[in-house]
């Protein structure tokens, strides 16, 4: 399917439907993937197992086959153009947004600018909170503006996410900010010592199936 993208023409995307779906999450990849990467494909079927559809699409550079990333603004026109396509595709379900590390940072950056419309939440899988062995917070300031219910799902052993920054970021953000730690996983969710990367997953879908319980209906459905 084609997902129109303002200031750039259309990007590709894949609906994956599930039976009884009672949301649907508007996945985006990470910045060196797109939308068919494997653990992607693997999330998407697992999820729809437990109900929630997802609509994975492309940012226009990977349309292009491009390995530089496009301008945030153009970033954020495309999670735009994503959930508008899933709010037409499917109109009964409610909505959620976010991705894996870059794609869960420019939607978050995109509802921190203006709100993403029936967007009732956001999920971020594995948030890139700083450049590995460059610890900073800056790219959490937009966070402040978000007023939807997020959910951060982030390996133990990140680096991305250095925990003595990233805890007290959560509690700084407050009630609507939810963190599920995977231990031993890594920014890829593999698994680095005891455990297997099935059972990281797993536990991965299980927080986020558990989050969407959580919210309240109407914030959920955006009303």
């Known amino acids: 399917m084609a997902i129109d993208v303002e200031g750039a023409g259309p990007v590709s995307g894949l609906l994956q439907r599930a039976s009884d779906a009672h949301a649907l999450f508007v996945l985006a990849p990470g910045a060196g ?68 590390s870059f794609g869960g940072r420019m939607t978050s950056q995109a509802q921190a600018a203006a709100p993403l419309a029936g967007v009732g939440g956001l999920a971020f899988l594995g948030f890139p909170l700083h450049p590995p062995k460059q610890p900073s ?61 099935m059972q990281v997953q797993a536990e991965l879908m299980e927080a986020l199936a558990d989050w969407l319980r959580t919210l309240p209906p109407m914030s959920l459905r955006g009303l």
């Open 33 to 100: 993937a797109g939308m068919r990467h494997p653990f992607l494909a693997e999330l998407s079927r697992n999820l729809a197992a437990r109900g929630i559809a997802t609509l994975r699409y492309q940012f226009p550079y990977m349309e292009r086959n491009s390995r530089r990333p496009d301008p945030p603004a153009l970033c954020h026109a495309a999670v735009r153009g994503a959930v508008s396509a899933a709010r037409r595709l499917e109109p009964r379900l409610p909505l959620i947004a976010g991705g894996k």
């Open 137 to 197: 917070i800056a790219r959490a300031e937009h966070l402040h503006r978000v007023e939807v219910p997020m959910l951060f799902i982030q390996g133990s052993r990140d680096e991305f996410a250095q925990m003595a920054l990233l805890l007290p970021l959560i509690e700084r953000l407050g009630a609507r900010a939810r963190l599920a730690l995977l231990a031993e996983a890594d920014h890829s969710f593999r698994a680095r010592s005891g455990r297997s990367d």
